[in-house]
């Protein structure tokens, strides 16, 4: 009888714990003749800003990689920089950026000349 | 004096957790008319083998994000997927690859008829 309550308990707690899949949206910066990027403003100044404006509006955790080399060693690598953010969920993300968007937009010709690539994913759990 | 020591020791231990940075290989799928993507086999079968005869040679973690949508929401998602695994040096990544590159590489038309963009970037700590 414990033993049956007790795997009840716990078969309640898991399905609890099947939440919805978390959001991240990837901001990438493709490499081209006469293109620039400072990570060390992004990282130091364009993140920030990111963090402190958007972390009330449930940004989750923040990303930079800094791009390195492509698949093959005799083409440049295809993204100077990949920035990203993750959310619960995409509602949030989207009242974050129609409270502050515009403001990080402004920010952006601080650091590259660089026209990104957006893309909102699902994180996919295993 | 027992103070003085203690800093020294904080001191020479934070120097020691100084590491070098961490290295991901982003695995990006463009979307583009008539190109498929399998999530379900990617996440349940590709990535298990990754893993499985990756880890071996340092592979720390994987990630799948499955795309959504891009900046633009009358355009079509960037990438259908981007798969990503992390290494603490580019040295073990190649290692790994060179060791089981082609079995891996073997497997992608079970899950897709799209060539991917490879990136292999620098995780930037702030």
Redesign the interface.
């Known amino acids: 009888m414990r033993r049956a309550i007790l795997l009840l308990i716990l078969a309640v707690l898991s399905a609890g714990c099947a939440k919805t899949p978390k ?2 949206v ?1 901001i ?1 910066y493709p490499n081209a003749e006469g293109k620039h990027f400072d ?1 060390d403003y992004y ?2 100044s364009h ?2 800003l990111v963090k402190k404006l958007l972390k009330p509006f449930g940004l989750l955790e923040t ?10 060693p005799n083409q440049p ?3 100077l920089c ?1 920035g990203s953010m993750t959310y619960n969920s ?1 509602e949030e993300f989207q009242k974050a950026f129609e409270a502050h968007g515009q403001e990080l937009v402004d920010d952006v010709p601080n650091f590259t000349n660089i026209q ?9 759990k ?1």
Chains 1, 2 share one sequence.
């Open positions: 959001i991240k990837s990438l990570v990282r130091d993140m920030v990303g930079i990689e800094k791009g390195l080399a492509g698949g093959d690598v295809p993204f990949i995409l990104p690539v957006i893309q909102i994913s699902e994180i996919v295993r």
